[in-house]
């Protein structure tokens, strides 16, 4: 399932005094699998990119090859493209419509040619799968709060069972146990499943503990792309940007600096305490 | 696909017609409406095209960008051609098929409504197109402002005009992204009856009236919250004030009224009416 992005541009509003040349050159390559953690400060042009990579947005050139198939070509059916990759917008609760969270959640797995008894099954299942149990199936989304309202959404798209899982700032807005809950259980879905996820994000502490990769964004180009640790090492290029790297990574480096030889790649607490357990052991 | 709808919207440009004053401008677009209906045989509908082309090159707005706002209006402009067409008795009968018959009089009918209307979308747009949606009420409140004292509420009139005019863009906006999330969850917009396509669109409606109640409560707390209690003793940062240009535009958009009533007398006079 891996998706191919080969020298995509997009302009939003082009030829008019609006023109914002939103994606330039970007080239990618999202394998099977892979956690991915897509990172860049407001504007950089993420939420334009995870558009483009279920085809909601057509590229204003270059192409995108899922499954080596090119998703611009005559024969590609779009909706089979958004059956397996799922995109979870920027603040979803707002897209919430039903009477109930169950039949919001079933409305993805309807559309896609469910019985009504399948999706509903679905529907539970990704329900559980955010924590939600059976006693919010019949409330109104409405009177939910907001990190609830935010699960359901989130479940609205995991009940689609997706391949690839987009989720566009799922932690935007939330308290940080509401965050971490979200983000643990995107992990272990992850795990579980085998399947890629793609997490969008301006926090380089967030996406530090859980991707495999990170993708950085500035000003519609794509500037690093590789694991946490590479990336993390051009932490000064990153703190220009106006991005920061995890705290961790500034205390490794502050401790190298005054002399201590620790390993500097260090980026969570558990890492960063291993690492000075070692080098004081070393001594 | 939304976002063609051009009425409302400001486009930025360094003009003459965008530095005007805006009650100049809503003078202006009244007069040239007016003027449209005074508007008789050729001779009338030559001077508005050169009139209001002349305006939109100086306004230097690309005319792709202002035609756009005419989408919006196809297929009332074609129900309006269709129907002058085909049944507008005429003394020549041009073209005959079964029933349908097109006469003199209604082809001339039919392309003069079709400009009419044609020539009000655009005419309207440049002055949306020209004027931020602030200037605009700012004028129209100035313009309407001896109404007063007919206990006509004409600041909240503005304010709640300015308000509606401000949101339409964002609206759109918003109806653009729940329409992509619904997509994305397998949403159909495009196929199917007509029934289909009426149910189809309550997973947009219903979020986006949520979102638009949501937004104007948060607007009438932002606004509260500034201590707002309408017009009462307001005072403007940037009071509006009458420029030479203004004066020479008032001159020339007058001139081109009394043309317009001259072309249509005269007209009338000679019965040179052969249109
Ligand atoms: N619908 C739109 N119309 C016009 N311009 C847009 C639109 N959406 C985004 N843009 C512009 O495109 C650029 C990239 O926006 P995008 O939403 O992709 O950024 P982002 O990285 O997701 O930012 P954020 O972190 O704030 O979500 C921005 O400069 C933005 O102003
Ligand atoms: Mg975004």
Same mark, same amino acid.
């Given at each position: 399932?891996?998706?191919?992005?080969?020298?995509?541009?997009?302009?939003?509003?082009?030829?008019?005094?609006?023109?914002?040349?939103?994606?330039?050159?970007?080239?990618?390559?999202?394998?099977?699998?892979?956690?991915?953690?897509?990172?860049?400060?407001?504007?950089?042009?993420?939420?334009? /990119?995870?558009?483009?990579?279920?085809?909601?947005?057509?590229?204003?050139?270059?192409?995108?090859?899922?499954?080596?198939?090119?998703?611009?070509?005559?024969?590609?059916?779009?909706?089979?493209?958004?059956?397996?990759?799922?995109?979870?917008?920027?603040?979803?609760?707002?897209?919430?419509?039903?009477?109930?969270?169950?039949?919001?959640?079933?409305?993805?797995?309807?559309?896609?040619?469910?019985?009504?008894?399948?999706?509903?099954?679905?529907?539970?299942?990704?329900?559980?799968?955010?924590?939600?149990?059976?006693?919010?199936?019949?409330?109104?989304?409405?009177?939910?709060?907001?990190?609830?309202?935010?699960?359901?959404?989130?479940?609205?798209?995991?009940?689609?069972?997706?391949? %690839?899982?987009?989720?566009?700032?799922?932690?935007?807005?939330?308290?940080?146990?509401?965050?971490?809950?979200?983000?643990?259980?995107?992990?272990?879905?992850?795990?579980?499943?085998?399947?890629?996820?793609? /997490?969008?994000?301006?926090?380089?502490?967030?996406?530090?503990?859980?991707?495999?990769?990170?993708?950085?964004?500035?000003?519609?180009?794509?500037?690093?792309?590789?694991?946490?640790?590479?990336?993390?090492?051009?932490?000064?290029?990153?703190?220009?940007?106006? /991005?920061?790297?995890?705290?961790?990574?500034?205390?490794?480096?502050?401790?190298?600096?005054?002399?201590?030889? %620790?390993?500097?790649?260090?980026?969570?607490?558990?890492?960063?305490?291993?690492?000075?357990?070692?080098?004081?052991?070393?001594? | 696909?939304?976002?063609?709808?051009?009425?409302?919207?400001?486009?930025?440009?360094?003009?003459?017609?965008?530095?005007?004053?805006?009650?100049?401008?809503?003078?202006?677009?009244?007069?040239?409406?007016?003027?449209?209906?005074?508007?008789?045989?050729?001779?009338?509908?030559?001077?508005?095209?050169?009139?209001?082309?002349?305006?939109?090159?100086?306004?230097?707005?690309?005319?792709?960008?202002?035609?756009?706002?005419?989408?919006?209006?196809?297929?009332?402009?074609?129900?309006?051609?269709?129907?002058?067409?085909?049944?507008?008795?005429?003394?020549?009968?041009?073209?005959?098929?079964?029933?349908?018959?097109?006469?003199?009089?209604?082809?001339?009918?039919?392309?003069?409504?079709?400009?009419?209307?044609?020539?009000?979308?655009?005419?309207?747009?440049?002055?949306?197109?020209?004027?931020?949606?602030?200037?605009?009420?700012?004028?129209?409140?100035?313009?309407?402002?001896?109404?007063?004292?007919?206990?006509?509420?004409?600041?909240?009139?503005?304010?709640?005009?300015?308000?509606?005019?401000?949101?339409?863009?964002?609206?759109?906006?918003?109806?653009?992204?729940?329409?992509?999330?619904?997509?994305?969850?397998?949403?159909?917009?495009?196929?199917?009856?007509?029934?289909?396509?009426?149910?189809?669109?309550?997973?947009?409606?219903?979020?986006?009236?949520?979102?638009?109640?949501?937004?104007?409560?948060?607007?009438?707390?932002?606004?509260?919250?500034?201590?707002?209690?309408?017009?009462?003793?307001?005072?403007?940062?940037?009071?509006?004030?009458?420029?030479?240009?203004?004066?020479?535009?008032?001159? %020339?958009?007058?001139?081109?009224?009394?043309?317009?009533?001259?072309?249509?007398?005269?007209?009338?006079?000679?019965?040179?009416?052969?249109?």
């Amino acid at each position: 399932m891996s998706i191919k992005v080969k020298n995509v541009n997009y302009t939003y509003a082009e030829g008019t005094a609006y023109e914002i040349h939103a994606l330039k050159d970007i080239n990618l390559e999202i394998p099977d699998g892979q956690f991915i953690g897509l990172i860049g400060h407001t504007g950089s042009g993420k939420s334009t /990119l995870v558009q483009h990579l279920n085809g909601l947005v057509k590229a204003t050139s270059g192409r995108i090859y899922f499954n080596e198939r090119d998703i611009y070509g005559e024969n590609f059916s779009m909706k089979e493209l958004r059956s397996k990759v799922g995109l979870v917008f920027q603040y979803p609760e707002h897209q919430l419509f039903e009477v109930d969270v169950l039949s919001d959640v079933c409305f993805g797995p309807r559309n896609l040619g469910c019985s009504q008894a399948e999706a509903e099954k679905k529907a539970r299942e990704a329900l559980h799968m955010v924590g939600l149990g059976a006693e919010y199936e019949k409330r109104s989304p409405f009177e939910l709060s907001g990190g609830q309202k935010r699960r359901v959404a989130i479940a609205g798209v995991l009940a689609m069972e997706p391949q %690839v899982l987009i989720l566009d700032e799922p932690t935007a807005g939330l308290d940080p146990k509401g965050r971490d809950e979200i983000l643990d259980q995107i992990e272990s879905l992850q795990k579980e499943r085998g399947i890629t996820v793609v /997490l969008v994000s301006h926090s380089m502490e967030d996406v530090a503990r859980y991707v495999d990769r990170i993708i950085v964004m500035d000003h519609g180009e794509v500037r690093f792309d590789g694991t946490p640790k590479e990336v993390f090492r051009h932490y000064k290029e990153l703190e220009k940007m106006g /991005l920061a790297a995890p705290q961790m990574t500034y205390l490794m480096q502050g401790l190298r600096e005054k002399g201590a030889d %620790v390993d500097a790649d260090a980026t969570t607490i558990e890492e960063a305490a291993d690492a000075v357990e070692h080098w004081l052991k070393s001594k | 696909m939304i976002r063609d709808i051009t009425l409302g919207q400001y486009y930025p440009a360094k003009s003459v017609i965008h530095r005007l004053d805006p009650r100049v401008k809503l003078v202006t677009t009244m007069i040239f409406i007016v003027s449209l209906f005074v508007a008789k045989g050729i001779m009338g509908y030559l001077v508005a095209t050169l009139f209001l082309g002349a305006v939109i090159r100086m306004s230097k707005v690309p005319f792709g960008y202002m035609t756009k706002g005419l989408r919006a209006i196809v297929m009332l402009l074609m129900i309006t051609v269709i129907f002058n067409l085909f049944l507008i008795d005429g003394d020549f009968v041009l073209w005959r098929f079964g029933f349908l018959r097109i006469t003199d009089k209604g082809l001339k009918t039919a392309v003069f409504m079709a400009v009419r209307l044609i020539y009000l979308i655009l005419g309207s747009s440049v002055m949306t197109l020209t004027t931020t949606p602030n200037d605009l009420t700012d004028g129209l409140e100035k313009l309407l402002g001896p109404l007063k004292r007919l206990h006509v509420p004409v600041h909240e009139i503005a304010m709640m005009m300015s308000i509606a005019l401000r949101f339409i863009p964002i609206l759109l906006e918003e109806t653009d992204k729940i329409m992509k999330a619904q997509i994305a969850r397998g949403a159909d917009f495009e196929t199917g009856n007509l029934i289909q396509k009426a149910k189809a669109m309550v997973p947009l409606l219903v979020p986006l009236f949520i979102s638009a109640f949501r937004r104007a409560n948060d607007l009438a707390m932002a606004m509260e919250a500034r201590c707002y209690h309408g017009g009462n003793g307001r005072t403007k940062m940037k009071p509006l004030h009458y420029q030479r240009r203004d004066r020479a535009a008032y001159a %020339v958009v007058w001139g081109y009224f009394v043309l317009m009533i001259a072309v249509k007398w005269s007209t009338s006079y000679y019965a040179v009416m052969w249109l």
